[in-house]
């Protein structure tokens, strides 16, 4: 598995598209930014799936894993809202793992979706 983060997301649909050229196993995951102080995420709930997902999309041959921190929806001003109003990607809680193909996102596993191995595996391994 090959991890690439996407720091700003007026990069984003450039890692992408250079993602695809690469693989036909692309997932994205938009998880809560990390803190400064203390270099985990904001959001509990992506300490617990990160693990999880890393190790199951690592079992995928030749993917690429995207990995997008957010900030909290409530910092209005922070240019990683734009994810949570772009009308191909509408993200909601996080984590958020989605599968990508050059015709754009397709099927999602939100929250608590992403704490369990098999589901995950089940998910990745879907045509």
């Known amino acids: ?48 799936a990160d693990p999880t997902v890393r190790k199951v999309v690592n079992t995928v041959p030749n993917s690429i894993l995207l990995e997008v921190p957010v900030d909290r929806k409530t910092e209005v001003a922070s240019p990683t809202n734009i994810f949570r109003t772009r009308e191909d990607i509408k993200l909601g809680p996080i984590p958020t793992l989605l599968k990508w193909t050059k015709a754009g996102p397709g099927n999602r596993l939100v929250e608590e979706e992403c704490f369990e191995e098999a589901n995950i595996a089940k998910f990745v391994n879907s045509a």
């Open 1 to 48: 598995m090959k991890c690439v983060r996407v720091l700003e997301p007026t990069e984003f649909d450039a890692k992408v598209n250079d993602a695809l050229a690469q693989s036909e196993s692309v997932f994205v995951l938009f998880f809560g930014r990390e803190a400064p102080e203390t270099n985990e995420s904001w959001c509990p709930d992506c300490v617990i």
